[in-house]
Structures are given as structure tokens and as C-alpha cells.
């Protein structure tokens, strides 16, 4: 488990849920479902992952 730049995503392809945060850990099971191409790098002001925070 390791810290990585923030990333979040605005593409419809996922679930309201999903847009509503953003990602900071490399192993979150919700991030990882995030395609590379739909990856947009920094918080975009949203929430951060509450997975995320689990695993801090």
C-alpha cells in the first residue's frame, strides 16, 4: 500500500459515487476501477475517498 498523487475522474462511464471523491492510495478497490484514460490528476476540489482513508 503505498500514497500516490491525487487523481479523480469526471467521466460518466462511472457512478455518481465514483466522481463525487478523489484517490490518494495506490490499492484502493475504488480507484483501481478508474481506467488510466478517464485518471484526471489532482483533488478536483471533491471529497477524498473514504476507502481511501481506511487505508491510511
Do not use: S, W
Not at 467521466?11 to 484514460?37: L, M, S, T, W
Amino acid at each position: 500500500m503505498a500514497k500516490i498523487a491525487p487523481f479523480h475522474t469526471d467521466a460518466r462511464e462511472y457512478p455518481p459515487r465514483n466522481r463525487q471523491v478523489y484517490h490518494v492510495q495506490d490499492n484502493c478497490f475504488e480507484g483501481q476501477k478508474i481506467k488510466d484514460k478517464h485518471r484526471k490528476p489532482g483533488t478536483g476540489e471533491k471529497e477524498r475517498c473514504g476507502f481511501c482513508d481506511g487505508l491510511d
